[in-house]
């Protein structure tokens, strides 16, 4: 499932219900976050081939925002994404039967339980994935359709290589990975006018099979029809990627996708994590912040050893001096020259962000 909340509407308190419950059910969430656009919405529903778009409306101009979302998605050649949603007492039951007539699957209104919203998606979005007949890399439908049956386990021989540069981004949790690649994407769109860009995006699942998918609600400049962005959950694989991780990258990086730069996030890893397996991403990247430890922990983060470019980020953190001089020292002691970035992802056109995507 997709869910999102509308344009200028910040009520994000029943969504975060709503995605809790449907991931302790065992499905997989894309969570968009609020103040989405209708383009937002449809983009993101093609790229990451939902069954159904779940929408949170308590602001007003729902009738109108439903309606946008199905014609969107009809447009965008997908009119079998489902589409229902909520909004308390927002939306009435002249204003649901309207709605339904045109597009919305149903609206649960005020006093509807989780029960009720949790069966009703089950069973009207439970879905048969079929390989597509015409397999064209470049095509966003199609890409997006091939990446759900690697996911279930389809063979799909990719097709060559292309020019793609294909990095891998790691490191621990909260260390600002999605930020710092949302702010290369905006960088790297700026630079390179003409070029396209892919990344993968990946969250753990639960022990229910469920997953909450939310790096699509942290990034802003990853909005961008020249970006294609795939959430994957990990579905019980250990080390930080997904058993289609693989596939999924040969299919993205082939000449036939057209994308320029491909882009790879793990969830957060820890000290004994080698995510990236040799020959799988051309350059593989450590995401620091200056909250590892004392400096013994550095001695066990293999990543250290085995990554190309090392980034110290939150460079605005107190104590974020120390730390960078302790990495670097590290790292002269165990792979003299390893380049060492200083940034700040959160902070617009950062230095060191730039510095690192030079190093790129």
Known sequence: MLTAVPLCDGHDSAITAVNLELIRHGI??????????????????????????????????????????????????????????????????????????????????????FDDMVGYVRERYERTVEKPEHLEAGAPLCLARMITCLEEGMILDAPSRGSAKVVGITGPGGAGKTTLIDEL?????????????????????????????GDRATMVYAQDDRVFLRSMATRGRQGG??????????????????????????????????????????????????????RLQLQKILMLEVADIVVANKQDRPGSDA???EIR??????????PLVRSVASRHGDAGVAELLKLL
């Open 28 to 113: 997989e969430v894309v969570y968009l976050g609020f103040h989405r656009s209708v383009a937002d919405i449809v983009r993101a529903a093609v790229q990451e081939d939902v069954a159904a778009v779940g929408i949170s409306s308590y602001n007003g101009g729902h009738i109108e925002f439903f309606r946008e979302v199905a014609d969107g998605l009809g447009k965008a050649g997908r009119r079998e994404i489902g589409l229902f949603g909520g909004g308390g007492g927002t939306i009435t039951p002249a204003d649901a039967e309207r709605m339904h007539v045109e597009g919305t699957d149903r609206i649960f209104l005020a006093g509807a339980s």
């Open 185 to 213: 994407t905006r960088q790297y769109l700026v630079e390179h006018p003409a070029h396209r860009v892919a990344i993968l995006s990946h969250d753990p699942s639960t022990l229910h099979q469920g997953a909450l998918l």
């Open 323 to 325: 730390a960078a001089l």
């Open 329 to 338: 020292r590290h790292l002269d002691a165990i792979a003299p020259g390893k």
């Open 241 to 294: 990627l997904s058993p289609a991780t693989g596939p999924a990258l040969a299919w993205l990086s082939s000449a036939e996708a057209g994308f320029d730069l491909v882009m790879v996030e793990t969830v957060g890893i820890g000290q004994e994590a080698l995510p990236f397996p040799d020959r799988m991403v051309d350059r593989r990247i450590l995401v620091m912040n200056t909250d590892y430890g004392a």
